[in-house]
């Protein structure tokens, strides 16, 4: 049975990227730079397509956002600041968005994070970064606010061309996995540094699991792409 040839790009856009992602194993950085040169051939690609460029505005932002924010994170001179500001962003997200199913444990571990920072500080103990992970949590606590309000934004400001698309509810389901693996992180974090549990299971795992995460975000983005291209075809 033959691959009709209107399968033909898709199968191979999907296929390389997919090689892609298992070539760039263990090259975080490296793979970034390839997600977010895809997001943005596909915007480029589709500019005209404000619903699709929208969603990849968001997730390419948040790609960014923590791109940038690293270099302050590791700083000497910006992380005490970095860290207390941190913390007050994610407890103002967390009563910014009411609506996310994630908030609820959210609120749980974030309490536990400031708990140990407490902790850690009275008993004069270095503590580690753990404020990173919150920081990420926050961030995609955003990006799950965004795809779910992006709809009713773009209906404000360009009501005749709006309208949801398959890869918004993709997405957002998809980035459930992404805050539940780093509460996951900074919760095995607490307990190895706090009570002594020998626990590495999630740490080591996590590197992996976020970058099929992504790899599976980014062939998301495509087959929407594809669709577009599909239903233009048809047009025509």
């Not at 503590?127 to 795809?147: D, G």
């Amino acid at each position: 049975m033959f691959i009709s040839s209107t399968r033909i790009p898709k199968f191979v856009g999907s296929v390389l990227f997919v090689c892609a992602g298992f070539l760039t194993y263990g090259d975080s950085l490296l793979f970034e730079k390839i997600y977010l040169a895809l997001l943005g051939f596909v915007a480029v690609l589709f500019i005209r397509d404000i619903n699709l460029v929208s969603i990849i505005v968001i997730s390419a932002g948040a790609n960014l956002s923590s791109e940038l924010l690293y270099p302050l994170v590791i700083s000497e001179q910006f992380q005490f600041p970095l860290k207390i500001l941190t913390y007050l962003v994610a407890c103002w997200t967390l009563l910014k968005v009411s609506e996310d199913s994630m908030r609820l444990p959210t609120v749980f571990v974030v309490v536990l994070c400031l708990v140990t920072e407490g902790y850690w500080y009275i008993s004069e103990q270095d503590a580690p970064m753990i404020f990173w992970y919150v920081l990420l949590l926050t961030i995609n606590l955003w990006v799950r606010h965004f795809l779910f309000a992006r709809v009713f934004i773009m209906a404000k400001y360009f009501p005749s061309q709006y309208r949801s698309l398959n890869l918004d509810h993709s997405l957002y389901q998809l980035v459930f996995f992404y805050i539940l693996l780093h509460q996951f992180i900074l919760l095995e974090y607490i307990l190895r540094r706090v009570f002594d549990v020998s626990s590495t299971y999630v740490y080591y795992a996590a590197p992996y699991i976020f970058h099929g995460l992504t790899t599976y975000s980014a062939l998301l983005v495509l087959f929407q792409g594809y669709i577009l291209i599909s239903k233009n075809w048809f047009k025509a």
